[in-house]
């Protein structure tokens, strides 16, 4: 194992501050950063002695043996008398472990029982019959939908550490006075929804949903829209609908905290793509968090040709971001995805289609960069919505898109002969619905990913965006 680098923000809020120096010696579970506003406490994932430290990272010189133990979170935390199981999720330093980073602690400190339902259009889907009437009850809300493609943690974790997760949600359930819980999970995920379906199978409280296999399903406020039928806006969060919203990992590391009292120094992965053996996904269940994107690609076999590769994301095909070998994992890191070769666009004039589902403008023209492609236009569905100048858009129906002949139109009309999409399934199917016919040929942000994962390109929509909840997965 290499040096390890932790850096100092791997959550949403302000960057943690060294409650370490250099030269100490730490331990699995020792305290090394804690909170400066919001955030989430940070502990060493590794035995070791603390080589550096610089401004936005701390970096450990993992020693050779690595045994199993560590310092349980009482014992390097400073708990309150009488500490709460929140207390003990705060102290544990969880976040939001699907890739938003939000504090845990934070999330869960709220009365359900007695929060009202917001104001908002009930927009229950005629093909779904078992939504309860809105507002009646409050709800835990698992997100085990493993939205992006090629990712397979989440749903080997829930086929293997089922009990766990079952846990961390009658925690959140406890802490949160929520009345019920449901778990959102694709349909197609046959094996962990027997193993969910025998799991709760006396839970009165405790229920699941199915979701169709399109992205994206995970999006925080469609979980909320499958499961319950409520429509918040662009601004509202699932407390507004009287839910929260916890992923499962989440879950299972709240259980961790509550029932261990074991920090969280570790995160399950996905490696997969341009990998030695094939593109079958490699699963890793409690890496140290900090060690580098190159080790765990080694780890996975290696890549099978390094003079191809066209990038190595970490995250998700549709929001990671591209990285160096060297990059260092954290808490909400859940895929390393290597590619192969980019198509080549040299000469030609390329349109770039914004989505709140996909990547931001930024990451679409380092797409285009590193294709050669020139753009000359760019254009923004009309359904992702800008709350606050500079802001992360957010897109107005996750996963229900309206036409983009309009986008279409105006590329054709500058001159564009490629574009280059980040869009949801639905939105994408709405591309390819006049993109073609126009003479625009399409190019989605994911195309290299999904051809390193093996998984069909996006393109035109094949299956309906909803599924019956007949949950008989023996077919």
């Given amino acids: ?46 035995y070791g002695k603390v080589a550096e430290i610089t401004d936005d990272r701390i970096i450990i010189e993992p020693a050779a043996e690595q045994p199993d133990e560590f310092v349980p979170i009482d014992e390097s935390v400073e708990l309150p008398e009488n500490a709460t199981k929140l207390d003990m999720v705060k102290a544990a330093g969880v976040v939001g472990l699907g890739g938003a980073g939000f504090p845990t602690g934070v999330k869960l400190n709220i009365n359900l029982a007695e929060t009202p339902l917001g104001e908002m259009n009930p927009e229950i889907n005629p093909e779904i019959d078992d939504v309860e009437e809105p507002g009646k009850y409050s709800y835990i809300l698992v997100n085990a939908a493993e939205c992006e493609p090629g990712l397979e943690h989440n749903i080997r974790q829930l086929e293997e550490q089922c009990d766990k997760c079952l846990r961390g949600v009658k925690y959140s359930m406890e802490i949160t006075q929520a009345d019920k819980a449901i778990f959102a999970i694709k349909k197609k995920n046959k094996k962990a929804v027997k193993t969910l379906m025998a799991a709760i199978e006396n839970e009165e409280n405790i229920s699941l949903h199915l979701l169709p296999d399109i992205y994206p399903m995970g999006e925080e406020r469609a979980v909320v829209r499958e499961c319950l039928g409520l429509n918040l806006d662009t601004t509202q969060l699932p407390s507004a609908a009287r839910a929260v919203v916890v992923n499962l990992e989440t879950a299972a590391r709240i259980a961790e905290a509550i029932d261990e009292k074991r920090p969280c120094i570790s995160k399950n992965m996905t490696v997969r793509g341009n990998i030695k053996g094939g593109n079958a996904a490699h699963v890793f269940m409690d890496v140290p968090i900090g060690v580098s994107v190159g080790e765990m690609i080694e780890k996975a076999g290696g890549l099978d040709k390094p003079d191809e590769v066209g990038e190595i994301i970490m995250g998700g095909a549709f929001t990671g971001r591209a990285v160096e070998l060297d990059e260092p994992t954290t808490k909400t890191t859940g895929g390393i995805l290597t590619t192969y070769r980019m198509p080549d666009l040299t000469g030609k004039k390329v349109g770039l289609l914004v989505c709140a589902c996909g990547g931001n403008e930024a990451r679409m023209r380092v797409i285009a960069e590193k294709m050669h492609g020139e753009v000359v236009s760019v254009c923004r569905c009309k359904q992702a919505i800008e709350n606050k100048p500079g802001a992360p858009l957010k897109c107005l129906r996750p996963g229900n898109c309206p036409g983009q002949v309009k986008n279409n139109m105006q590329f054709k009309k500058d001159g564009c002969e490629y574009i280059i999409i980040g869009n949801c399934s639905d939105c994408t199917n709405t591309v390819m619905a006049s993109a073609p016919q126009m003479g625009l040929k399409v190019f989605h942000q994911t195309d290299h990913v999904m051809r390193a994962v093996g998984h069909a390109q996006y393109r035109q929509l094949t299956v309906s965006k909803w599924v019956d909840q007949d949950i008989d997965v023996e077919d």
Avoid: W, Y
């Fill in 1 to 46: 194992m290499g040096n390890v680098q932790i850096l100092l923000r791997q959550h949403v809020g302000a960057p943690c501050a060294p409650c370490v120096e250099v030269g100490a010696d730490v331990k699995k579970g020792t305290l090394i950063a804690t909170p400066t506003g919001l955030g989430a406490n940070i502990f060493s994932s590794v």
